[in-house]
């Protein structure tokens, strides 16, 4: 059995999860509503206010845990939603917020807009800092992980000061230059 995939997991008050015949998951709670569809062999079961998942054979242990993770999540952010917080580090780099979308100043002889996705909420607090909201987990990471790449950290410069889009708590680790000049 799956660790994971074994755990019950508890409805909170206020979410409804249906299972529909055609294997989706539906979870509508105060931060909107997300679907999901299970994959053949995995077999929800609702029932007093828990949902679990049971798998007809042991070859569906992954397809288990991820499916009873991905619902889990779901739950959380129907309730909770997610966010992913983005640090921008160099001189002259800026953010802000142009009606719903993002524009970024990041070194390039243009800014550069981004559209977010559906669901997606994003907040400008301070130039240099950008908060990415949503109730879809999948979706709010990839949102940063896109806006991250716009302008990757340098790994060369971090001794003079990092360049770059980062997660907030995100190390970077830097590189070794080269050493010194070509010898004869």
Known sequence: MSRIGKMEIEIP???????VEDRTVSVKGPKGTLEHVIPEGIDPVLEDGKIYFTRQNDGLKAIHGLTRSLVNNMIQ??????????????????????????????GYSHPVVMIPYEGIEIEVPEPTRIIIKGSDKQKVGEFAANVRK???PSVYKTDRGNKGIIYEGEVVRSKAGKTGAATK
């Not at 008050?13 to 299972?19: A, I, L």
């Not at 952010?77 to 970024?104: C, P, S, W």
């Open 13 to 19: 008050k206020g979410v409804e999860v249906t299972v």
């Open 77 to 106: 952010g129907v309730t909770e939603g997610f966010q992913k917080t983005l640090i921008i580090q160099g001189v002259g780099y800026r953010a802000n917020k142009d009606g719903n979308k993002l524009v970024l100043n990041v």
């Open 150 to 152: 716009v302008r990757e």
